[in-house]
């Protein structure tokens, strides 16, 4: 098995930036130090916030308003009840990040696993595009947006049926 470092970048990325993102320059560590910085601070921020009891709305002590598609259908939209979900989590409350949207237990969980990814790629001075194709990362994003698609599905049918 070869080190991430020298693995081959996605052929998707264009041959012109190749050069510039195999380093282990400051291009990478400034990416890598975004993708520890990003993915921290939400998971500082969910540990600040008090789980919504009604499983959504848990934003709005950020000041943010209700989700409008929720006020608009009386319907859920996907990413409702993820910060709930993820106030639940930070506090290893399984059943109440459940409860609140599914899919936030395992978007919590590839979160919190790319702070220690970030800081090893940070430290070791991989390729972020490398390292990202070694992992499968494409693959990744593709089964979380699944599962996104069905736990909606399934609350959005849950709902239907329970009307």
């Known amino acids: 098995m070869q080190p ?6 996605s052929s998707s990325v264009p041959a012109r930036l190749l050069p510039v993102i195999e380093r282990g320059d400051w291009v990478s560590r400034s990416a890598w130090a975004c993708l520890f910085a990003v993915p921290l601070a939400v998971l500082i921020t969910a540990a600040w916030l008090t789980p919504s009891p009604a499983g959504h709305g848990t934003h709005t002590q950020l000041g943010l308003p209700p989700c409008g598609f929720l006020v608009f259908t009386g319907y859920p939209c996907p990413g409702c009840g993820l910060t709930t979900a993820f106030a639940h989590m930070i506090r290893l409350q399984l059943g109440g990040a459940w409860g609140a949207n599914p899919f936030g237990v395992p978007l919590f969980l590839a979160t919190a696993a790319c702070v220690p990814f970030a800081a090893l790629g940070f430290v070791r001075g991989w390729s972020v595009v490398a390292a990202l194709d070694r992992i499968h990362a494409e693959k990744l994003a593709v089964v979380l947006a ?15 049926s329970a009307a």
């Open 146 to 160: 699944l599962i996104s698609v069905l736990a909606w599905i399934t609350r959005i049918a849950t709902l239907w």
């Open 4 to 9: 991430i470092a020298e693995s081959a970048p």
